[in-house]
């Protein structure tokens, strides 16, 4: 078998990818294809797939059917030290007993390289870390304890960084911080990162590309906004932020918009951001696109009128209303806090209204509470 380490480059391509174990199928018939040079997220809840499918690109994972390239070099059979790829876990798996340095050159002395300051000295400059060379891991905070298992990845040049959950064990002001860091190292050096993560706002924050897996399969697949913005199933809507959901039947079309039915309200639908198959469809709207007003305040576009505000969140940057609707169900609407509405309260009988064009349709058949927290956490 020949050494792929330093030989393979150009873009990861995995093809029906199967990872059974015993009669659970980890991951399902699995194709796609990571563009050299790109930040891309396997997102998803736990037990999805996704690191699973990761673990077989590092080699630490024989996979049951289908095969992996990079560029034009197979990798499937590959022993993992022989692959161009380097992994940064969770732990970060540094070595306490050597110095920062020593943990960096590691990878180095093991490949026969003899001077091994030069790139050292470099990896540590892109982490902003130079002054920390002599120390121990444990005498490093977990954010630079972070940057080093990155530094220690990337000094070997591999054609593809694996990042699983790397950045879990961290705060949340630290793992923001670190989240924008990240993204412009893999800016810098230009090297392929595919990062493993169940939080959304990390892969819409760092990836290019996310790829959204529900049970061992890819759900959707596209950039940050398109995800976001035209969800094509209930599980990407609920799981990447927050989506209200109502169920509709759709009457008549009008040029560009399907007309829906929503208990008896007409609303329009744009047919370019419908998935729906028949006439049964699940009208999607984000909650920050939703308008909300006392009831005696005239409204343009889309309005669902009749609506009870039965929760007030006041949440800084913005106001979060949970408004129960005649028909029994409670639609969220986030309203920013710039003085643009007045305050409103609990029990108030309010209208809520949207804009068309920020409609997106789903097929009626869906389960309209797939990938939401709820479902997920009672799934598991």
């Not at 980890?26 to 797939?49: E, I, K, M, R, Y």
């Not at 790139?119 to 002599?134: G, N, S």
């Not at 990836?207 to 940050?224: C, F, H, K, L, W």
């Not at 309209?368 to 479902?375: K, V």
Request: some cysteine; proline content about 5%; charged content about 20%.
């Amino acid at each position: 078998m020949a050494d792929a380490s330093n030989s393979a480059s150009g873009d990861l391509q995995l093809s029906h990818i199967t990872k059974s174990f015993g009669e659970f199928v980890a991951v399902d018939d699995l194709s796609l294809t990571v563009p050299q040079g790109s930040f891309f997220a396997l997102l998803g809840p736990s037990g999805c797939g996704k690191t699973t499918t990761l673990r077989m690109i590092a080699g630490l994972e024989d996979p049951t059917s289908g095969t992996m390239h990079i560029g034009t070099t197979d990798i499937t059979n590959t022993r993992p030290y022989k692959r161009p790829v380097n992994t940064v876990f969770q732990n970060y798996a540094l070595f306490p007993h050597l110095s920062i340095f020593e943990n960096i050159a590691f990878g180095l002395r093991r490949r026969g390289v003899k001077d091994v300051k030069e790139q050292v000295d470099k990896v540590l400059e892109l982490v902003e870390l130079p002054h920390l060379a002599q120390r121990k891991p444990s005498q490093l905070s977990g954010g630079q304890q972070q940057r080093i298992a990155v530094a220690r990845a990337i000094v070997n040049r591999p054609a593809l960084l694996l990042l699983d959950e790397p950045l879990g064990a961290l705060d949340l002001k630290l793992r923001r911080q670190m989240q924008i860091e990240l993204k412009w190292i893999q800016t810098e050096i230009g090297l392929t990162f595919v990062h493993v993560t169940h939080d959304q706002e990390e892969a819409m924050t760092m990836a290019d590309t996310i790829a959204v897996m529900n049970e061992g399969r890819i759900e959707q697949m596209g950039s940050p906004a398109d995800l976001y913005d035209n969800p094509k199933t209930a599980f990407v809507a609920n799981f990447l932020g927050q989506s209200n959901l109502i169920k509709g039947k759709i009457e008549s079309n009008d040029g560009a918009n399907q007309i829906v039915d929503l208990f008896g309200t007409k609303v329009a639908v744009p047919k370019a951001r419908s998935s729906a198959k028949d006439s049964s469809i699940l009208v999607g709207i984000r909650p920050e696109k939703l308008r909300i007003q006392p009831e005696d305040i005239a409204m343009s576009g889309n309005i669902l009128t009749g609506g009870t505000i039965s929760d007030v969140s006041y949440i800084g940057v913005s106001t979060q209303y949970q408004v129960e609707m005649p028909w029994g169900q409670e639609l969220m609407v986030f309203e920013q806090n710039d003085d643009g509405v007045a305050p409103l309260d609990k029990g108030d009988r309010v209208k809520l209204s949207w804009e068309p064009i920020f409609t997106f349709g789903l097929d009626g058949s869906e389960d309209a509470n797939a990938g939401s927290e709820l479902h997920i956490s009672e799934d598991e």
